[in-house]
């Protein structure tokens, strides 16, 4: 099994003396790569290909691409949950409190868009 480490952020409650406040936390989480021959992956797989098949248009004058972020968020949290790797360092805690942060989830979710689904697509295509 492939791996990668990942910083990401979150925003968590931590108590400071009597009172709850909310922290900005790092944490460097392990995933497992994306891998075609992984039997648990394959409906993510097809979701990925949803986003690439259906889900972008490309505008003939820009040569840009629209994403359907509905998409890539249901993606991404699919993702999290499927390729973190839970343990001491990562916990099913900290991976609720991280997934209810959109800011997090929104940068992961760009960062793993393209660092990759889209090599992984491409690997795919070729």
């Known amino acids: 099994m492939s791996t990668f480490k990942h910083e990401i952020r979150f ?3 931590q108590l400071d003396g009597l009172e709850m406040k909310l922290r900005t936390v790092k944490k460097t989480v392990t995933f497992r790569e994306l891998d075609e021959t992984n039997k648990d992956q394959h ?3 097809f979701r ?3 986003l690439y098949k ?3 248009e490309v505008d003939e004058r820009t040569k840009t691409m629209s994403i359907d972020t509905d998409v ?3 993606i991404t949290v699919e ?3 499927l390729l ?3 343990d001491d360092s990562f916990t099913e805690m900290e991976m609720k409190e991280f997934l209810a942060s959109s800011i997090g989830v929104l940068k992961f979710g760009l960062w793993f868009l393209e660092n990759h689904i889209t ?4 690997e795919y295509n070729s």
Do not use: D, G
């Open 72 to 74: 890539l968020y249901e």
């Open 119 to 122: 090599p992984f697509i491409l």
């Open 43 to 45: 409906r993510l797989h």
């Open 54 to 56: 259906t889900k972008m």
């Open 11 to 13: 925003k968590q409650n």
């Open 48 to 50: 990925i290909m949803s």
């Open 84 to 86: 973190a790797v839970v």
């Open 79 to 81: 993702s999290v949950k």
